[in-house]
């Protein structure tokens, strides 16, 4: 410790678990040209979504050569569109030397993680293999986790999560918001802001709200925005759900 440190400060740091939404890119191969020409379209329809946003290369169903993989280049294509390549989900023992050569973390693919926690199954809580949230409501076994209830209005530029359960909201959430959930969540008033549900995977999440007129909305890291959700059930009231890897929406009244 120098003369200068504070006295009552034992360490420099602490660590501590967290629970983090992250968006995955789902590479099926690698050209250089197309994965830009693409990423710049992805970026156009919701340029606030992905601004700063860090993000996984998911190779579990990826295709291509491994010689043609250059995380390098995915990593330089990324940066100057304000992307931050963090880490690589999945992936043979090749393409994940590959990334740790690129100094990418190393995640385990679906079928890896089931393969590694099998044993434990019984006995761990459905998040337990991940980024575990210490300061949410933890269910008991076989019990649900509980709701996380708002009552207020989500105001733009709030960001509300739920890495537990679903997610009530009885007010209306705001352009320029965003609410997270690992459930479902339920908005009982208009959805101008973000909506983002299942945000660990859960592909049976769905969102549910009294008026859609929301900027973006996601299950599972599938997503719409505002301009592809015009043309069914805007400003009704309506439940979102992922079919076939599709974003479907239903008006409550046909549902």
Known sequence: MTDTANPGVKQAFQLK???????????????????????????????????????????????????????FKIIGACRRHQIHVVGVRGGNDDQRRLARGAALALLPGNSQRDRAHAPEASTETPEASGAAASEAPVASAGEPAPARVINQPVRSGQQIYAPEGDLVILAPVQAGAEVLAAGNIHVYGPLRGRALAGIHGAESARIFCQSLEAELVSIAGHYKISEDLQDNGWKKAVQIQLRDDLLVVTPLDKA
Not at 28 to 36: I, L, V
């Open 17 to 71: 678990s967290a629970s983090v939404s992250m968006t995955a890119l789902e590479l099926h191969y690698f050209d250089n040209d197309d994965f830009e020409a693409t990423l710049r379209d992805k970026i156009s329809q919701a340029p606030g979504f992905f601004k700063d946003i860090p993000i996984i290369v998911s190779l579990e169903k990826y295709e291509g050569l491994d010689s043609e993989l250059d995380f």
